[in-house]
């Protein structure tokens, strides 16, 4: 399974010098396995996703793991959604309020974006997930929603030999005392349990996050302590603060190194970066 990074920054694309190093692209992730492409996410980072080359099944699959802007804002600069020879699906968390068709559809049409879904040329199709298992090609895919404001999923990615999770916006600290001790309970655990890699939500130090309990995202120490309890191999810590720039993500993370000893291989999520799970 290979995994590439296009977007791993939060809330709201930062381009620019100070964020060259972590990127500052908002969420976009692709894995692709035995000639099969996933796009998980289509934040900002989405433009710049590899899809030059059309996959030899002619076919791409989009999973969103919830509608908030900086999660969608690249779906519009897509370019297999312009290619008439291509198949497109969607899969995105259920709501019991309006379809999934509807609700991108807020987005991709005037004022906000010139261009109707309706309109694409690509062949287009939507899936509604909740806590659900699916395949697609070689993957099997186990989506279940999480704790973070408005419908929200994370997938479990298991290819021929390696599982790959994805958990960008999560906050599983919302016991009374952080994280419960009992791990039966704590939000999207199965998801992430014995994973090969984890790509968690990280925005936030201990101290910003103290002021901040309730917006739907977890601190690193947190995170670590989350990758810990699921027995993770290697966790990437991202959806970087904004005002997070490279310099300071440095600094934060020498210290939670000189805090934190876990067995596991820790790092910070970097655009650009490609992983090859075997």
Known sequence: MKIILRGVRGSIPTP??????????TSCVEVSEDGWMLVLDGGSGMRISNTDIRPANKRIDIL???????????????KPFFDPELEVHIWGPASSVQTLYARLSRYLSPPLFPVLIRDLPCRLNFHEIEDS????????????????????????????????????????????????????????????????????????????????????????????????????????????DPSHSDEILNNLLADLRERYNYVFKYELAAEGMELQLK
Do not use: C
């Open 133 to 240: 298992v699916f395949e697609i090609g070689p993957f099997t895919i186990q989506s279940a929603y999480v704790i973070h404001p408005g419908p929200t999923l994370g997938f479990r990615i298991r290819g021929r030999n390696s599982v790959f999770t994805f958990i960008p916006d999560h906050e599983p600290a919302l016991g009374t005392n952080g994280i419960l001790e009992n791990s039966q309970w704590i939000s999207g655990i199965d998801l992430a349990s014995g994973a090969d890699l984890l790509l968690h939500d990280a925005q936030f130090t201990t101290e910003e996050y103290s002021f901040r309990i309730g917006w739907g995202h977890s601190s690193m120490d947190d995170t670590l302590r989350f990758a810990s309890i699921a027995g993770v191999k290697h966790l990437l810590l991202g959806h970087h």
């Open 16 to 25: 620019g010098p100070d964020t060259a190093l972590y990127g500052g692209n």
């Open 64 to 78: 969103l793991t919830h509608l908030h802007l900086d999660h969608i804002m690249g779906l519009g600069f897509f």
